[in-house]
T-cell receptor
Framework: DAGVIQSPRHEVTEMGQEVTLRCKPI?????LFWYRQTMMRGLELLIY????????DSGMPEDRFSAKMPNASFSTLKIQPSEPRDSAVYFC???????????????FGAGTRLSVL | AQSVAQPEDQVNVAEGNPLTVKCTYS??????LFWYVQYPNRGLQFLLK??????LVKGSYGFEAEFNKSQTSFHLKKPSALVSDSALYFC?????????????FGKGNQVVVIP
C-alpha cells in the first residue's frame, strides 16, 4: 500500500485566499484524522471522521476551517479566507477501527507545509 | 481528560550510549500508550504501543518502552543509540474508554545523537 497520500506537499498563498488540502487514506481504513503542527502548539487534532462522517470537530479553530470526506478514499481540509497565523504543517492520518478502536495505530501522511503570506 | 508530558525539549546522547526519552501521562481510565518518531520533512511513524499485558514493549528499530502504572510513565529506551536515531519523538495516549479515538500527543522531544 502507498500509505496516506497528501497533496500538495507545499503551498504558498497570500492572505485572504482559499486553500484546499487533500488526503487519500490507506485503502480499507475507516478513520481519518486531520492534525496541525506548529512550533508553538505542537500537534493538534483538528477533526476526525469515521466512515466518512465527522465525529469530533472540536479542534477546528474557527469557521474559516472546514473539512469534508465525500467518500472513503478522499478528504479535504479547506481554509477560507486564509491568514498568516494558519501557517503550519497539516497532517492527515488514517486508521483501521475494529473492535476496541482505541487500540489502533494511526498512519500519517507526509504532510502539507502551508505558508500564508 | 487525557494528556501527556514530555519534560525535556532536547535529549543529547553520544553514539553507542543508551538513549532514554521520558514520558508521563494522565488519563481517567486505562491508558493506551504510543510512541511515534518524526524525521525531517516527514510524517509521524509508529514505533510501538502498550495496550495491555507485559509492561516492557518492544518496537521498531531496536526501541523499547516500559509501562509503569504507579509512576504513570512510559519512557522510550534504546540500549545503543545510532546517529540515524536523531529525530523528533512523540509520546501519545488514549483513554481506553470505548468510543474514544482521540490521541493526545506530547510536545515532542528532539533527540540528537552525537557521532
Amino acid at each position: 500500500d502507498a500509505g496516506v497520500i497528501q497533496s500538495p506537499r507545499h503551498e504558498v498563498t497570500e492572505m485572504g485566499q482559499e486553500v484546499t488540502l487533500r488526503c487519500k487514506p490507506i485503502s480499507g481504513h475507516d478513520y481519518l484524522f486531520w492534525y496541525r503542527q506548529t512550533m508553538m502548539r505542537g500537534l493538534e487534532l483538528l477533526i476526525y471522521f469515521n466512515n466518512n462522517v465527522p465525529i469530533d470537530d472540536s479542534g477546528m479553530p474557527e469557521d474559516r476551517f472546514s473539512a469534508k470526506m465525500p467518500n472513503a478514499s478522499f478528504s479535504t481540509l479547506k481554509i477560507q479566507p486564509s491568514e498568516p497565523r494558519d501557517s503550519a504543517v497539516y497532517f492527515c492520518a488514517s486508521s483501521l477501527g475494529t473492535g476496541m478502536v482505541a487500540k489502533n495505530i494511526q498512519y500519517f501522511g507526509a504532510g502539507t507545509r502551508l505558508s500564508v503570506l | 481528560a487525557q494528556s501527556v508530558a514530555q519534560p525535556e525539549d532536547q535529549v543529547n546522547v553520544a553514539e553507542g550510549n543508551p538513549l532514554t526519552v521520558k514520558c508521563t501521562y494522565s488519563v481517567s481510565g486505562n491508558p493506551y500508550l504510543f510512541w511515534y518518531v518524526q524525521y525531517p520533512n516527514r510524517g509521524l511513524q509508529f514505533l510501538l504501543k502498550y495496550i495491555t499485558g507485559d509492561n516492557l514493549v518492544k518496537g521498531s528499530y531496536g526501541f523499547e518502552a516500559e509501562f509503569n502504572k504507579s509512576q504513570t510513565s512510559f519512557h522510550l529506551k534504546k540500549p545503543s543509540a545510532l546517529v540515524s536515531d536523531s529525530a523528533l519523538y512523540f509520546c501519545a495516549v488514549r483513554d481506553g474508554a470505548r468510543g474514544n479515538n482521540r490521541l493526545a500527543f506530547g510536545k515532542g522531544n528532539q533527540v540528537v545523537v552525537i557521532p
